[in-house]
């Protein structure tokens, strides 16, 4: 058995939120919540760190001659994308974090003058302040509807762990759901909590795991598969075609007039098409 030191594993922790806030279909804000101040700052640099080595690699892909849409969009949301600290105020904290090797003075001046607030700002979708470290701040009372994404890296119990959940579980335009990333094991407890709070009417779980969205993601697909097909329109044989090639150009310009009119068959087509993508977006 290989035991992580503290620092080890929060190098682990942080690269995988690189990894998956860039992955995510629904670029929604996101927060990490951490056990305490000292942790919230030491995560929020090893995460400036891995997304500084990811922006670099980005680059050079790009210099080399890689000049995919893909890659070009993910190096726009690492240069625009502004992070942030937000945690509370408290005597003597300079002293106490400088006595464990940090420095909360800058991210404390920005809590502090930021105009507009880090808070008005991260509540606005447009705004590019997209990824927040905290602690205890925001857990409760907030609301941030494009707010889509937790990273848990804090033990949590019943109401507390309800009320930090319902961050991401806010309605908003072209996001089917929230996603909780658990690095605290606290799914145990979620469940728990859930028995005790969150079970609505129907007797359901709110919560479920990726394999849910996975299974609903392949029967949307079949489902709009096999619309297509009854229209005449093959979309395994498209996509068997030559890419940019006449044959292939010619079978979409086909499939496009079967599946555009009339006005009910274009409707159903479009809305199979949503779900899909919605689907797509909310892994």
Same mark, same amino acid.
């Given at each position: 058995?290989?035991?992580?030191?503290?620092?080890?594993? !929060?190098?682990?922790?942080?690269?995988?939120?690189?990894?998956?806030? $860039?992955?995510?279909?629904? !670029?929604?804000?996101?927060?990490?919540?951490?056990?305490?101040?000292?942790?919230?700052?030491? %995560?929020? @640099?090893?995460?400036?760190?891995?997304?500084?080595?990811?922006? &670099?690699?980005?680059?050079?892909?790009?210099?080399?001659?890689?000049?995919?849409?893909?890659?070009?969009?993910? $190096?726009?949301?690492?240069?625009?994308?502004?992070?942030?600290?937000?945690?509370?105020?408290?005597?003597? &904290?300079?002293? &106490?974090?400088?006595?464990?090797?940090?420095?909360?003075?800058?991210?404390?001046?920005?809590?502090?003058?930021?105009?507009?607030?880090?808070?008005?700002?991260?509540?606005?979708?447009?705004?590019?302040?997209?990824?927040?470290?905290?602690?205890?701040?925001?857990?409760?009372?907030?609301?941030?509807?494009?707010?889509? @994404?937790?990273?848990?890296?804090?033990?949590?119990?019943?109401?507390?762990?309800?009320? @930090?959940?319902? #961050?991401?579980?806010?309605?908003?335009?072209?996001?089917?759901?929230?996603?909780?990333?658990?690095?605290?094991?606290?799914?145990?407890?979620?469940?728990?909590?859930?028995?005790?709070?969150?079970?609505?009417?129907?007797?359901?779980?709110?919560?479920?795991?990726?394999?849910? %969205?996975?299974?609903?993601?392949?029967?949307?697909?079949?489902?709009?598969?096999?619309?297509?097909?009854?229209?005449?329109?093959?979309?395994?044989?498209?996509?068997?075609?030559?890419? =940019? =090639?006449? &044959?292939?150009?010619?079978?979409?310009?086909?499939?496009?007039?079967? !599946?555009?009119?009339?006005?009910?068959?274009?409707?159903?087509?479009?809305?199979?098409? #949503?779900?899909?993508? @919605?689907?797509?977006?909310? !892994?």
């Amino acid at each position: 058995m290989t035991i992580l030191t503290r620092d080890d594993r !929060l190098d682990t922790v942080a690269a995988d939120i690189v990894r998956h806030f $860039l992955g995510r279909g629904f !670029l929604g804000k996101a927060l990490v919540v951490s056990i305490d101040k000292a942790t919230a700052l030491r %995560l929020f @640099t090893k995460v400036r760190h891995f997304w500084e080595l990811e922006t &670099e690699r980005v680059r050079k892909l790009i210099a080399a001659g890689d000049t995919s849409p893909a890659l070009r969009q993910r $190096l726009e949301l690492l240069t625009s994308t502004d992070m942030a600290v937000v945690v509370s105020a408290a005597q003597n &904290e300079q002293a &106490e974090m400088a006595a464990l090797g940090l420095d909360i003075t800058p991210h404390r001046r920005r809590m502090v003058e930021s105009n507009p607030s880090l808070e008005e700002r991260f509540k606005k979708p447009d705004d590019p302040l997209r990824l927040v470290f905290v602690c205890a701040m925001w857990l409760t009372g907030f609301d941030a509807p494009s707010c889509s @994404t937790l990273y848990l890296d804090k033990p949590m119990r019943n109401h507390t762990l309800m009320q @930090t959940i319902a #961050r991401a579980n806010r309605v908003f335009p072209g996001k089917h759901s929230g996603q909780i990333v658990d690095y605290a094991n606290v799914f145990a407890s979620l469940e728990r909590a859930l028995s005790l709070y969150g079970v609505g009417r129907s007797g359901h779980s709110p919560v479920q795991g990726n394999d849910v %969205l996975i299974a609903q993601l392949r029967q949307a697909i079949a489902d709009a598969r096999a619309f297509c097909l009854g229209h005449q329109v093959d979309l395994e044989r498209i996509e068997a075609l030559v890419a =940019g =090639g006449m &044959e292939r150009i010619a079978a979409i310009a086909d499939a496009v007039n079967a !599946l555009i009119s009339p006005d009910a068959v274009r409707n159903d087509f479009l809305a199979a098409q #949503r779900l899909v993508h @919605t689907l797509t977006n909310a !892994l």
